[in-house]
């Protein structure tokens, strides 16, 4: 992990390194990544913030800290997502068939009400604030009544809270879905946004897909250079997977770049 104040702008622009695997959580997290799932119908973290930022990242095997101490970020961040199935016995006694993406809900006016009721229950249980980080959508869900753009700005309105922006899962979304990026970035509440999170995408299947092996592409910082005006980030968070295709000097290029971004 990498972390550290970015120039002139109170930021904390951490790395977060993770294997993938179920385990791969720190010493005395598990208690609260249990009360998570257990709370939580409907969500996945992932992420490293800095200065005692929680990140949650039950179901996709990473924990991370980044930051200089006492840096600004003070936050539990929750992806608004499925991380788990039915099982396909119809028996009923199979346990769910925990998935290994994180599957977008339903985007309705019914699942808003059960992140605000869930949103609450969590609000009773930590000290921090709690802010909801938007997830990749890769097909269209049954039922949706409106874009993940319009989703996320109804979340953040019905439920007065701050967001996490994960510039990837913002462009999986616009390409999956062939929605306007400037428009979508538009419908957003960025003056919510307290983070921002980085990572790669690659084609698969004729589809965009996360992907924490490889880095973060160019237009995602285009993307973030639009819209840092309305942005007041206390973190950035580049989730990287550990691979031998991107060497550290990738990484190290990457957090100069964010850091350079934010600055001017």
Aim: charged fraction near 20%; aromatic fraction near 8%; proline fraction near 5%.
């Amino acid at each position: 992990m990498v972390g550290g104040d970015a120039d002139g702008v109170g930021a904390v622009v951490g790395v977060e390194f993770g294997d993938g695997g179920g385990d791969a959580v720190a010493d005395g997290a598990f208690g609260q990544v249990q009360v998570l799932r257990d709370l939580v119908d409907a969500g996945a973290g992932g992420g490293g913030g800095g200065g005692g930022a929680q990140h949650f990242a039950f179901g996709r095997g990473q924990w991370g800290w980044a930051g200089a101490a006492g840096g600004g970020c003070q936050s539990g961040v929750d992806d608004v997502a499925f991380i788990l199935a039915d099982s396909l016995d119809h028996n009923g006694t199979a346990d769910p068939i925990e998935l290994t993406y994180t599957i977008c809900p339903q985007l309705s006016p019914d699942t808003i009400e059960r992140v605000d009721e869930n949103l609450r229950r969590l609000r009773g249980r930590f000290s921090v604030p709690i802010i909801l980080e938007n997830s990749p959508q890769y097909f269209s869900v049954p039922g949706s009544t409106m874009s993940m753009p319009q989703f996320v700005a109804q979340v953040a309105q019905s439920c007065d809270v701050d967001l996490l922006l994960d510039v990837t899962h913002f462009l999986i979304t616009t390409s999956n879905m062939e929605l306007d990026p400037m428009e979508s970035l538009h419908t957003l509440p960025l003056e919510r946004v307290v983070e921002i999170h980085f990572s790669g995408m690659s084609m698969q299947s004729g589809r965009w897909w996360d992907d924490h092996s490889a880095p973060a592409p160019d237009t995602a910082f285009d993307l973030l250079e639009i819209a840092k005006s309305r942005i007041r980030a206390k973190a950035v968070t580049f989730e990287y997977n550990w691979a031998s295709s991107m060497p550290e000097t990738v990484v190290i290029e990457q957090i100069t770049r964010a850091r350079e971004l934010l600055a001017r």
